[in-house]
């Protein structure tokens, strides 16, 4: 993780918050940075929050480790996790599905991920995929 994302924690996060505590409608933050998870969890608790991940395989081993598996979701308790469709199968992401929680497949934009999706995930992020069949 980049030093700087770690100072400057907290910034943006908070600045977001202002704008969505006027927004009447519904919505959802999510970021593959824990500590923005956690920032929403501890200020901004009825907010609905999610963990972005993916299989950071060309990424630093903090990153192959931490984030790729999710380490920190005991602390953060998000309420979903948005995770890449390529990189799944993942043991981490089934366990937290197990428990009842949902996982979201992202980005899904051919027939291939989408039935991968159906088997890994509870709902999927498509982009220019036409998912009705005649």
């Not at 943006?12 to 940075?33: P, Q, T, V």
């Not at 608790?45 to 480790?65: H, V």
Request: proline residues 3%; hydrophobic residues 35%; charged residues 30%.
């Amino acid at each position: 993780m980049n030093l700087k994302l770690i100072i400057k924690f907290g910034v943006l996060e908070k600045k977001l918050a202002k704008i969505l505590d006027c927004y009447k409608g519904k919505f959802a933050i999510k970021s593959f940075n824990p500590l923005s998870v956690y920032w929403f969890k501890k200020y901004r608790p009825d907010f609905i929050r999610g963990q972005l991940s993916q299989g950071f395989s060309n990424d630093n081993i903090l990153k192959k480790i931490f984030l790729k598996n999710m380490y920190f979701n005991f602390i953060t308790k998000p309420d979903f996790i948005s995770y890449d469709i390529n990189a799944l199968p993942n043991n981490n992401v089934q366990k937290y599905r197990d428990k009842g929680h949902v996982v979201l497949g992202w980005t899904v934009n051919d027939k291939k991920k989408f039935e991968k999706g159906k088997k890994y995930c509870d709902n999927l992020i498509c982009e220019n995929f036409d998912i009705i069949t005649k």
